[in-house]
């Protein structure tokens, strides 16, 4: 996780900024949005990643079960309570489980 001095959008919060990213867009996106509102970065990695090629990707989404898998993740931020302001990012996907699972499975960890 890298910390940055906070931003003038969120003075006086604790702020955490999660993302999921598969191709590095998200990831791009995310980083400059943290230069910007500041505090922690932490990227959301499941433990054996999608492939880099999309067709694959779909092929193993598709393999997954189709509702309550959540695939095991190498990310963990023990003191998520302790953030007033979480912002999350992701990439979008159509009804294929890649990424959408991977950010459920980090949330349920906090419920
Ligand atoms: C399995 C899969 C499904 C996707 N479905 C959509 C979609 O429904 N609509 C859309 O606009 N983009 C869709 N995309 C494109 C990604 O949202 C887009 O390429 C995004 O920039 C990837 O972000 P990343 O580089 O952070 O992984 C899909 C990509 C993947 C891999």
Redesign the pocket.
Known sequence: MRRTTKGPLTDGAKVLVAY????????EIARRFHQVVGGDIVEIEPVDP?PDD?HA??KQ?NAEPSSGYLPPLQTNVENIGSYDVLFLDA????G?N??KNAITKWLSKFE
Do not use: C, H, I
């Open positions: 999921y990213s598969r191709s590095g867009n998200t990831r999608y999309y990707v779909v989404a990439l979008v996907v159509r294929d890649a990424g």
